[in-house]
T-cell receptor
Framework: NAGVMQNPRHLVRRRGQEARLRCSPM?????VYWYRQLPEEGLKFMVY????????ESGMPKERFSAEFPKEGPSILRIQQVVRGDSAAYFC?????????????FGSGTRLTVV | RKEVEQDPGPFNVPEGATVAFNCTYS??????FFWYRQDCRKEPKLLMS???SGNEDGRFTAQLNRASQYISLLIRDSKLSDSATYLC????????????FGSGTQLTVLP
């Protein structure tokens, strides 16, 4: 009964490259949330997706960032033309419904380093 | 004003001490409240939910005061393994994102 799976655990990219972060929710969960944690800061909401739909992307930077959760396969957070300020831990969480009543279960995160 | 505000600490306490963390939230219509724990460079993990009547789980007690929009976490008889960052988390009413995190309070329990 696997939990939320994120890969890769660590990702190093040069400035200007693209970063792709993947998240497979817990079995039976169709709601996925992406959060970003900058060094020495708290978790900031980025985007909330259901299968094939973006429900709330109010936390996503306007440029270079996109997210998807296709009918089949993991959710993908894509960062184009990465800059040093994108270096952070990116956490994904999932829930079986959109209620959030029982909290979320997080994956282990992807630590992105831009050099 | 931040949606969820916590004292960042750090709190350095000796083993066996009792320590309390506080948190305030801005949206009076918020519905659900949680404390998460985050170890260094790890993912946040749910510690406990917080109910209006207050709730206890072993050495941990959480309290909610809706009138003051205030949440607390009390840790009794602290252990070295309690050292972590404690995150106050609120389900913001009317928000599809649902869970908003405070910046966390860092606790170090000293031998």
């Amino acid at each position: 009964n696997a939990g939320v799976m994120q890969n890769p655990r660590h990702l190093v990219r040069r400035r200007g490259q693209e970063a792709r972060l993947r998240c497979s929710p817990m079995k039976g969960h169709s709601h996925v949330y992406w959060y970003r944690q900058l060094p020495e800061e708290g978790l900031k909401f980025m985007v909330y997706l259901q299968k094939e739909n973006i429900i709330d992307e109010s936390g996503m930077p306007k440029e270079r960032f996109s997210a998807e959760f296709p009918k089949e396969g993991p959710s993908i957070l894509r960062i184009q033309q990465v800059v040093r300020g994108d270096s952070a831990a990116y956490f994904c969480a999932s829930s079986p419904n959109g209620q959030g009543i029982n909290g979320y279960t997080f994956g282990s995160g992807t630590r992105l380093t831009v050099v | 004003r931040k949606e969820v505000e916590q004292d960042p600490g750090p709190f350095n306490v000796p083993e066996g001490a009792t320590v309390a963390f506080n948190c305030t939230y801005s949206n009076s219509a918020s519905q659900s409240f949680f404390w998460y724990r985050q170890d260094c460079r790890k993912e946040p993990k749910l510690l406990m939910s917080v109910y209006s009547s207050g709730n206890e789980d072993g050495r941990f007690t959480a309290q909610l005061n809706r009138a003051s929009q205030y949440i607390s976490l009390l840790i009794r008889d602290s252990k070295l393994s309690d050292s972590a960052t404690y995150l106050c988390v609120v389900n913001m009413a009317g928000s599809a994102r649902q869970l908003t995190f405070g910046s966390g309070t860092q606790l170090t329990v000293l031998p």
